[in-house]
């Protein structure tokens, strides 16, 4: 039991790198025309995104429903947010999310890699 569990967890963190990588790509594909290096009046960086509380960035103005929400943006949050922006946060400007879960996942192991 204890080496099937070990070998489970030495997978997974073998296979971070990968899906990351494949976050970095769809990122490139469709996030990174308005989530720059720097935030801009269409959208934050979203470099140290990951763990930090969510609409905390002084450089950006966010919209209520985000600038409402509490809490931080983790795995949960930031998949939720990425299902359905409108949803999550009614009145923000990210005009779509992705549809696949896989997809999320991976731009999810993306985000927690820019610092």
């Not at 140290?48 to 905390?56: C, E, N, Q």
Request: hydrophobic letters at 50%.
């Amino acid at each position: 039991m204890f080496r099937s569990l070990s070998f489970a967890l030495a997978l997974a963190a073998l296979a971070a790198p990968a899906v990351a990588a494949d976050g970095a790509r769809i990122f490139q594909l469709q996030c990174k025309t308005c989530h720059a290096e720097a935030s801009t009046p269409m959208a934050p960086t979203l470099k140290g995104v990951f763990g930090a509380k969510i609409a905390s960035r002084g450089d950006f103005k966010y919209s209520a429903g985000l600038a409402g929400k509490g809490g931080a943006w983790d795995g949960a949050s930031l998949d939720a947010f990425l299902t359905a922006p409108a949803k999550f946060a009614p009145g923000t400007r990210m005009p779509m999310g992705l549809a696949k879960e896989d997809d999320r996942a991976a731009v999810i192991e993306h985000l927690k890699t820019l610092k």
